[in-house]
């Protein structure tokens, strides 16, 4: 007795799949293209070799989850850190300041400060924590 397969052999390859995926691909590559194109061109400066030499006073502002205020370690209030800040300011004109407000102190004090400094003219930054750390 002989055993007769009727199973025939392909003689064609379904190619559907395989421009599905060069489809995909083509997309990917033009979307990723052009969103590097995008932007503007920006000459940036190059820095001196020279190291800063230049050393100006730097006054550290804390303000605590209560709303006190500290000035460099020290409590105050917002008249006397006026006056610590013009002295300051008297000493070394390009003096400048770093604001440090913790996460759950009021956000009307540390606009409070933000004002005092843009009031006496001096530069200022604020202190942020890096994610992650």
Known sequence: MQVQDEAKPYDTINVTPMLDLAYVLLVVFIL???ASVQGLSVSMPKPSNKPATEKHELLLIQ???EGTFYLNGAPRSAGELEVDINAAKARDPKMS?????D???QYAKVVSVIDLCNKLQVSMGIVTARIGT
């Open 97 to 101: 300041v770093a604001i440090k407000g």
């Open 103 to 105: 996460a759950k102190a």
């Open 32 to 34: 990723m293209t052009t």
């Open 63 to 65: 303000v605590s989850p």
